[in-house]
């Protein structure tokens, strides 16, 4: 049988870990070809060189993953439409915002037997309504699309500490086992659930809790109340994914994209990391100031998705149902200092 080639969109903290993951897969498994093409957003380094020879050459993706090698069947390339070319399996995974843009650029580019899987936390917001990522990706290029979540620190997975993932299916279980074997390795353990909605859902709305956990850092508040803000939490998470979508399951939210996702991203994500020095300098500094800063063209993903179930729920009539996100937005954007994350969380926002 004809063997499948593999090309990753997206090559940052957790694109290239998910292409160790991958490369080492491919090595070994006879259904897959051993080469695997990541796309690479080209730029160019301090030192002058482009990032894409730098990682062809040394195998290692020194600005978003350095110290680590990708694997030597890796092969990076620049060039949007020439790495997909050939792949019948294509993992997405770029910050969230940049989806719609790179959709665009691949309509009638891809393979017509394409499988593609989304390991993207966010949505976006439509005039129609809210758009998961897989659904963009399964719409604009008309491709069936699976989802993988996870408590899954990138920096954690690359030096080969234990975790574990959910891939979210709908429909086809063969194609979700593909993707399963396809990101198995002894120390990162997946498994599959037929709810590709609440296994997006949950990666992407833990992002917004993780901001309002910062907070709670940034103001040395306690593990109590950071506890408390996880539940909370948790809870405006499952309320959220179940008004949206009514198949989504309660079982789901104890997968590890699910309770577990909340549990280390909140204990130690980007996103907690960023909202911890806003609230420390007392909302004076901007999240796309500390961003640049703190995590040298890595980026933010809850900001925007706290931005984007905002409007979401303004335009449902949900705000007073959702105080916990409605604050985050409020505090984000400056409307609210970051102690109202405490006032407000259990409340209904009153705003002047
Ligand atoms: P990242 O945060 O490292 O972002 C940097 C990447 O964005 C680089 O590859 C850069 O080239 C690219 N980029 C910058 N500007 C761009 C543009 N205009 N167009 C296209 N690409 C551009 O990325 P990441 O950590 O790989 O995250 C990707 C997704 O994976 C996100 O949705 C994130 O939530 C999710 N995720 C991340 C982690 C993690 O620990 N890093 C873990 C699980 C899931
Ligand atoms: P951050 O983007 O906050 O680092 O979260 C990473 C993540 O999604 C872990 O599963």
């Known amino acids: 049988p004809p063997k499948y080639k593999v090309t990753i969109v997206g090559s940052g903290n957790w694109g290239s870990v998910a292409s160790k993951l991958i490369a080492s897969n491919t090595l070994k498994l006879s259904s897959f070809h051993d080469e695997v093409k990541m796309w690479v957003f080209e730029e160019t380094l301090p030192s002058g060189e482009k990032l894409t020879d730098v990682i062809n050459q040394t195998n290692e993706n020194v600005k978003y993953l350095p110290g680590i090698k990708l694997g030597r069947n890796v092969v990076a390339d620049p060039d949007l439409e020439n790495a997909v070319r050939d792949a019948n399996m294509l993992v997405f995974v770029t910050p969230h915002q940049f989806m719609e843009g790179i959709c665009k650029k691949l309509i009638g580019k891809i393979r017509s037997d394409a499988q593609a899987i989304s390991l993207i936390k966010g949505m976006e917001v439509k005039k129609e309504g809210p758009c998961m990522i897989s659904t963009l990706i399964s719409q604009q290029l008309g491709v069936n699309c699976c989802v993988l979540m996870g408590a899954n620190i990138a920096n954690e997975i690359a030096v080969e500490k234990f975790s574990e993932a959910t891939v979210g299916f709908r429909g086809n279980r063969e194609i ?158 400056g409307r609210l200092p970051p102690t109202a994350i405490v006032e407000y969380s259990e409340h209904a926002p009153k705003f002047p």
């Not at 705000?319 to 996100?325: D, H, T, Y």
Request: charged share 25%.
């Open 176 to 333: 979700a086992e593909n993707w399963v074997q396809l990101f198995s390795t002894p120390y990162f353990m997946v498994s599959a659930c037929q709810d590709v909605e609440g296994v997006e859902l949950c990666g992407t709305l833990k992002n917004i809790v993780a901001i309002a956990a910062g907070f709670v850092d940034g103001l040395d508040m306690g593990n109590n109340t950071k506890a408390a803000i996880m539940r909370i939490g948790l809870r405006e998470m499952k309320a959220f994914s179940k008004l949206l979508f009514s198949s989504v399951k309660d079982s789901t939210f104890f997968e590890s994209c699910g309770v577990a996702d909340l549990i280390t991203t909140c204990l130690g994500g980007r996103n907690r990391k960023c909202a911890e020095a806003f609230a420390k300098n007392g909302g004076k500094r901007s999240f796309d100031e500390l961003e640049a800063e703190m995590l040298q063209g890595q980026k933010l993903q809850g900001v925007s998705t706290a931005k984007e179930v905002y409007e979401v729920l303004k335009h449902k009539g949900w705000l007073e149902m959702f105080p916990l996100f409605t604050t985050v937005h409020e505090i984000c954007t």
